[in-house]
């Protein structure tokens, strides 16, 4: 086997390949940081919450770069339920909810409408004399926003039913009605 190798391209390969594990090592030391406020902080919220039951949802994070630690159990005890257990929600949207939302984020605001109009994923309706003149959304970005769209159209386009992650009796009844099987 013949080959012509430019030595600009072998030099450039050897210096990725040298940036490799740096990176890999800057990244593990990121995790390590994270997880350690995270235990931080939770430690100080701990002390003024209830308790919770933690149900783990058996995720399995296949991906090359994945976080190092367990996030499961940091969100459960920040909101008390486990996000995780939602399909299609992985351990990296997790984080950057808990980075955007925090902890009793609920108490900021008065109404849902409030909540979901600082999501930015309810429409901006005007109305004049009883009729919608228009109904956009605005165009700012928020975060929370982006990544639950994000995640309600994989959610969409996955092959998971949305209604096998549903655990309450009355709600899995109505999932079956309005998908035509009456049990």
Request: aromatic share 14%.
């Amino acid at each position: 086997m013949v080959a012509k190798w430019d030595d600009d391209l072998i030099f450039m390969l050897e210096q990725s390949y040298r940036l490799y594990p740096f990176y890999q090592k800057q990244m593990q030391e990121c995790d390590s940081k994270i997880e350690s406020i995270g235990k931080e902080y939770l430690s100080q919220i701990n002390s003024t919450s209830s308790t919770f039951e933690y149900l783990p949802s058996g995720k399995k994070n296949r991906h090359k770069n994945a976080v190092a630690f367990d996030v499961e159990p940091y969100a459960c005890a920040l909101w008390g339920i486990n996000l995780m257990r939602v399909p299609e929600i992985s351990e990296v949207t997790v984080l950057k909810l808990m980075g955007e939302l925090g902890y009793n984020f609920t108490d900021k605001f008065e109404t849902y409408k409030q909540f979901c109009r600082w999501w930015n994923v309810s429409p901006n309706n005007k109305i004049s004399d009883g009729k919608v003149l228009s109904g956009k959304i605005s165009k700012r970005k928020n975060p929370v926003g982006i990544i639950l769209r994000t995640t309600a159209n994989n959610l969409r386009a996955s092959k998971c039913p949305p209604w096998l992650f549903l655990s309450t009796d009355s709600i899995q009844k109505w999932a079956y009605v309005r998908r035509g099987d009456y049990r």
